[in-house]
Nanobody, 123 residues
Framework: QVQLVESGGGLVQAGGSLRLSCAAS????????MGWFRQAPGKEREFVAA????????YYADTVKGRFTISRDGAKNTVYLQMNSLKPEDTAVYYC????????????????WGQGTQVTVSS
């Protein structure tokens, strides 16, 4: 079992930055692919970013490519999402996901999910 807890959300003006954190506990964190999804009010949950367990491969939605960066601190069992040049359309609840399968994480079918953290970008 893996437990995921997100933090770092908040209110920021357009053009600003936030860094989200996802702290993992439970099984061997280093062997898990990790990813971020988001869901805006009235919209479907959508993929944001992911990385495989080794970090050798990263994946980004076109809407965030060049602005967001996913990274990982193995010593802290934490994955981060650095979000720069934020736009009002980035407003959503952001969720962290984990799975031993990178494909499962990227497709939103990962076994483990956090409770979410709210990001609000004002114009």
């Amino acid at each position: 079992q893996v437990q995921l807890v997100e933090s770092g959300g908040g209110l920021v003006q357009a053009g600003g930055s936030l860094r989200l954190s996802c702290a993992a506990s439970g099984r061997t964190f280093s062997m898990y692919a990790m990813g971020w999804f988001r869901q805006a009010p009235g919209k479907e949950r959508e993929f944001v970013a992911a990385r495989n367990w080794s970090g050798g491969s990263t994946y980004y939605a076109d809407t965030v490519k060049g602005r967001f960066t996913i990274s990982r601190d193995g010593a802290k069992n934490t994955v981060y999402l650095q979000m720069n040049s934020l736009k009002p359309e980035d407003t959503a609840v952001y969720y962290c996901s984990a799975d031993t399968s990178t494909r499962a994480v990227v497709t939103g079918t990962g076994d483990y999910w956090g409770q979410g953290t709210q990001v609000t970008v004002s114009s």
